[in-house]
Every structure is written in C-alpha cells, then in structure tokens.
C-alpha cells in the first residue's frame, strides 16, 4: 500500500500529468467562475477527452477541474451576491454583506484558504478510508456487487424531487436508454429500430453531455442575464487568511463534516454547504451577526463544501456507485478507460486511488493560490458575454460527442436527450436520478445473470447481501419519508 | 399553476405512450433479451399511469375549486431575487428560440459537415443574437471555427464529419 502511495505522487508529479491537472484546475476555475456553469458540464465536456489520454493524465485532470470548482465558485457569490455553482449557496448569506461592508478581500481571502484546508481534509478523508473498505471490497462476489447495485439504484431515493415516484420513473428510464443495444447475454439488438446505429449502446458522453450540458446553457442564454462582477482592484486578503486562522476548530469541523456528508449517497457539495452553515449558526457564540457580514458564515461553507468532494468519491471508487451527478459521470471516464472500480481498482490499480488522492490534495492547494493571485483577474472573467461564450461552449459539446465515434447519431442522440432533459428540468423531473439508472443498468443486469446462474436464488440469503439490501430498504424509506416532511 | 400542470400532463402523456410503444416491442423478445426491459419498462409505464391520474385529479380540483389556485398560487410565487422566473412564458419563448438555434446547428453539420456547419452557425449566432458586425462576426467565427477544427480533429483525431451536401459533391 505504501509502495502505491509514494508510486503515486511520483506519477502525479511526471510532467504530463502534472500539466493536465493544471488544466483541469483552469478548466474547473473557469467554469466555477461563471454563474450558471459548474463542475458537472466541465466533466461532461471533458470526458470525451480523456478518452484519448491514460488514466494516469486522465485522472488528474478530472480531479483537478471537480476540486477547484468550488474554491472559484466563491469568488461571484461573494462579490455579486450570485453563487458561482450551488456549491456556494449558504456563502452568500455572509459574504455578499461582507463585501457590501468593504471586506470583499477580507472575505475572499478567507474562502480560498479554508476551501484549500477543506479540500486537504477531505483527501485525507478518502485516504483514510481505503485501508477500511479494501478489505470490505475483496470479500465481495457476483451477489454482493449485485446487491450494491440495487443499493445504488435505492439512491434514486435521496436523489429525487419532491415526487418520489417522478425519481423511480427517471431512474427506470436511464435503465431502459442504458437497455439499448445489445443484451449482455445472448447480444442480440434491443430497441435498435432496424438502424445500425443502435446496435451498439448509447454513446454515454452524447447521453451526459444531453442530460446536463445542453438544458443549463439553453436557459443561461434564454436568461439574459448581464454578469457584472466588478473590475475593481480587491485588496485585502491577508487578512482575512489571518481571521480564518483563529478558527481552527471551526474549519476542522466544518471540513470533516463536508467529508462526511460527501460520502453520503446524493448528498454531495450543496447539502454539505447549508448543513456546515447551519451548524455555525447553532454552535458559534455569539452568533447575532451571522447573515449581516460575519467571516465565519463564509468559513464553514467554504471548508465543507470542499471537502466534500473527498468523501464522494469514496463510494465510487470502492463500489462503484456514484452517489451524485459529478461522481457518475466521473465513473463513466474510469470506464472509458477500461477501469472497473472495486476489486481490481483497490488491488491490482491501487496506485490509481492513491493519485486521486493526490491530485486532490494538490489540486486544492493550488487552486486557491490561483484564486488568491489572480482574484482581480478572474473577477474581470466572470463579465464576458455569455452571447459570446455559450455558442462555442455548443460546439464543444456538439464535438465532445462526436469525438468518440465520428458518427451523426451521436449528434441527434445528443439533441434528443437535451431537449428531454430540458422539458424534464423545468417540469421537476430529477435527471440525477435517470443518470444513476443508466450508469447503474449495465452492473445490474450482467451481475444478476451471472449471480442466478452461479447461486440460483440463494444468492439474495447471503448474509453480505441481505445486510446490504437491509441498508437499501432503510435508505429508501428514509429518503422518502424526509422528502415527504 | 394550471398552465404548468398541463405542461406536466402533456410530458406524462408522451412518456405513457413511448413507454407502452417499447414495453410492447420487449414483450416479444426471448429470455434474458427481454427480462430486464419488459420488467422495467411495465414498472415505469405503471408509475407514469399513476402520476398521469395524481396530476389529472389535481387540475380537476384546481379547476373545480378556484379559491385553491389563488392559494396555490401564492405558496408558489417566488420571491423576487433578480433572476428571470424560468417558468415564465417570456422565458420559455426565449429557451425555444435557443433550442432551434441548437436545433440548427445540428442541421447544419448534417449539411455541411463539422467545420462548415460549426462557421455558419457561430456566425450567424455572433451576428444575429450577440449584435456584432459582418467584419467582427466573420473573424470570431472563422477564428474559432479554426481553434475548434484544431482541437477537436487535429489534436483529439476526431473523424472529421464531412456532412450530405459534401457527399453529393463527391
């Protein structure tokens, strides 16, 4: 484990590598910066990418670009009140007032350094993890994984609207697009309509980039709306790295808590933002100045919602269930590049793990020092025209899905998807949930074959199994019933 | 309120019909090629049923009762944060006209191919909704075109899509 651990910085640190973390740490600032974007378009427009490099560049660069997303998300919704991602919702409460006060600086200077030190808690979060769940993972077979599949489809629980029964529909519906193509038994074509094209399976960059790409941009340029972030000089910074600093305990439990609820099934960064704010809210004395400017309503968010992004990558890399959006689509490029997590990921690429962990440490570090020393300049970005940025963000993602297959299907598949997951945005439908569906189906469907015909139906007694289906039946009727309140 | 529920029933409508058109289609397949799709799919076309009615019962009594869609009406208004309503019809108008220039874009490499159809479409969308000159809106587009066709088929090796008029060409 050691060997893979100091194997690991030295892979992250070989040029190439290291070059495309950077890239994705641009990547992820950029799209962090401007209000309306965020991390899971960055991936989906990425991940065609990654096809063409090794897991060890591809890695990086998806880690660094899903760090740093909210480090720079900060920097908008302190200084226009308008969150650069969700991720940085409960930042606004008390940093927007804080720059109204003239502490903009003091403010921004205290979100770049408690998302670094959140961003490094969470990497020693998920490091901390592996040793426990490797052995966990190893004892697993055929029944056990298709257990945690269904543990993962029972996310649709957490991951759905206000409708409980709109989330088992979108998820049934990713199911039946994963479905087309061929069976994974006998292949023979499913729903292929007699055209060539759909005998194979759905291109999953085309179906990503559709389901969250194309709707956020459609309604950013429907919106209209001018994006003014200031091109003032923003002065003030140090000090506010100097507040933080006598707020120790309050970054440590605000970042081990973001950790924690990272790991949580379709918790993720938003939710890890609002419960650290509402925890000190709770806990700080006094706390009669929290929402009129108070830094340490900035810190707690911004520790939390870094560090989540380490806890949730925990249940992805050891089981291979994404327990949000980013994470799915993270699992989609580890199987575009032949990596299986799990067993073989913990195993025999455990160097793998260990360079998400680092990529993720670094990554935070230097994505706040970039936000710290161009804070001036990234503000200034966050006013380009989005007249001007959305079309060539369209051609991205119109390339992005042409990319793997060259084939004009991809493009009307990527059409057809888009405008469903628009109509299903504005009519609250949960898309995450129809994401779990189609990147759960092929798990499910293979994994239940082969465990039927090794155990029959013995295989739901086993005891790993049936503990995990307990967990399910648990998870979902807890899901349900807090969605219900 | 109404207007979104029938938005809501009209969507639900779709899905009951693509979902009993494909369920049907599985419903003949053989053995493990049809289990996983045929059980699915009833389940999802069921539940599409369910909410279908949930939602047609709900318009009913909305209609029945108007006291309840001022009510509802109320609950729902948001508060007014600066940011567009995106339920609001003017904004559905403009996301329309945003989905038919997508819409056109994609006709538009079916034509003329990837390089072609990405200069005419981010040309046409520089002159016509960002407001720049035929000067400016050439150069923009013609460089971007230029930086797209080296990133995404020089560097990424992306199979160049040539697009009908050039195969009629040829």
Not at chain 1, 352 to 364: C, D, F, G, H, K
Request: aromatic share 10%; charged share 10%; net charge neutral.
């Amino acid at each position: 484990m050691l060997d893979a651990f100091v194997s690991a910085f030295f892979i992250l640190f070989q040029p190439t590598n290291f070059a495309f973390l950077v890239l994705g740490i641009l990547v992820g600032s950029f799209f962090g910066l401007i209000p309306g974007l965020n991390g899971v378009i960055a991936i989906a427009l990425l991940l065609p990418f990654t096809l063409l490099f090794s897991p060890e560049a591809a890695l990086p660069l998806i880690i660094g670009l899903l760090a740093v997303t909210t480090t720079a998300d900060s920097i908008t919704a302190v200084l226009i009140g308008t969150p650069g991602t969700a991720g940085s919702q409960a930042t606004v409460l008390d940093g927007y007032p804080m720059a109204r006060n003239g502490e903009a600086g003091k403010a921004l200077g205290a979100c770049f350094f408690v998302s670094g030190i959140g961003g490094i808690i969470g990497a020693i979060f998920l490091s901390l993890s592996v040793p426990i769940f490797k052995p966990m993972v190893l004892s697993f077979g055929l029944a056990e994984f298709l257990a945690m599949g269904i543990l993962g489809l029972s996310m649709v629980a957490v991951l759905t609207g206000t409708n409980p029964l709109k989330g088992v529909i979108a998820a049934c519906i990713g199911l039946m697009l994963a479905m087309v193509g061929p069976d994974p038994i006998n292949l023979i074509g499913r729903w292929t309509f007699g055209t060539d094209y759909l005998l194979d399976k759905l291109n999953v960059v085309a179906v990503a980039l559709g389901f969250f790409a194309v709707p956020e941009l459609i309604d950013l340029l429907a919106g209209g709306q001018p994006i003014h972030a200031g091109d003032g000089r923003i002065s003030g910074k140090m000090n506010g790295i100097r507040e933080s600093m006598k707020h120790k305990r309050l970054i440590f439990g605000s970042s081990v808590l973001g950790s924690f609820i990272g790991f949580l099934p379709g918790m993720g960064t938003v939710v890890a933002n609002w419960v650290a704010y509402s925890c000190a809210v709770i806990f700080c004395k006094p706390n009669d100045r929290f929402g009129k400017g108070d830094i340490r309503g900035v810190i707690a968010p911004e520790s939390a919602n870094n560090a989540s992004v380490g806890g949730a990558l925990i249940p992805t890399l050891a089981f291979g269930i994404p327990g949000s959006t980013a994470t799915a689509l993270m699992l989609a490029a580890l199987w575009m590049q032949g990596i299986t997590p799990g067993q073989s990921l913990l195993t025999s690429q455990l160097y793998l793990v260990y360079l998400v962990i680092w990529s993720l440490t670094v990554a935070n570090i230097l994505g706040a020092l970039l936000a710290y020393a161009f804070t001036d300049q990234f503000a200034k970005l966050a006013n380009v025209r989005i007249e001007i940025l959305a079309p060539l963000i369209i051609v991205c993602i119109f390339a992005g899905s042409l990319l793997d297959t060259g084939q004009y299907g991809d493009i009307l598949v990527l059409l057809v998807t888009g405008v469903f997951a628009w109509c299903m945005k504005h009519l609250d439908w949960p898309r995450p949930a129809l994401m779990l569906g189609f990147v759960l189906e092929p798990l499910l469907e293979l994994n239940y074959f082969q465990a039927t015909m090794v155990f029959g139906w013995h295989w739901v007694t086993r005891p790993i199994v049936m503990i995990i289906l307990g967990i399910a039946v648990v998870g979902v009727v807890l899901g349900y019933r807090s969605r219900m309140r | 309120m109404q207007r979104r529920i029938i938005s809501n029933l009209a969507f639900e409508a779709f899905l009951i019909v693509a979902l009993a058109v494909l369920t049907y289609q599985a419903h003949d397949w053989a053995g493990e090629t049809r289990l996983f799709p045929y059980a699915v799919g009833r389940l999802a076309l069921v539940l599409t049923v369910v909410v279908f009615v949930q939602e047609a019962l709900g318009l009913w009594r909305l209609r029945k009762t108007p006291a309840a869609e001022d009510a509802a009406a109320e609950v729902e208004a948001p508060e007014d944060d600066g940011l567009p309503d995106e339920n609001s019809p003017a904004f559905i108008a403009r996301a329309v006209r945003e989905l038919l220039w997508v819409l056109g874009y994609c006709g538009a490499i079916g034509l003329a191919g990837f390089s072609g159809g990405t200069f005419v479409f981010l040309f046409a969308y520089f002159k016509v909704r960002a407001g720049m000159s035929w000067v400016q809106g050439l150069l923009w587009a013609g460089g971007s075109t230029a930086v797209m066709v080296v990133l995404f088929v020089k560097l990424a090796s992306m199979r160049p899509f040539e697009g009908l008029l050039w195969k009629l060409w040829t």
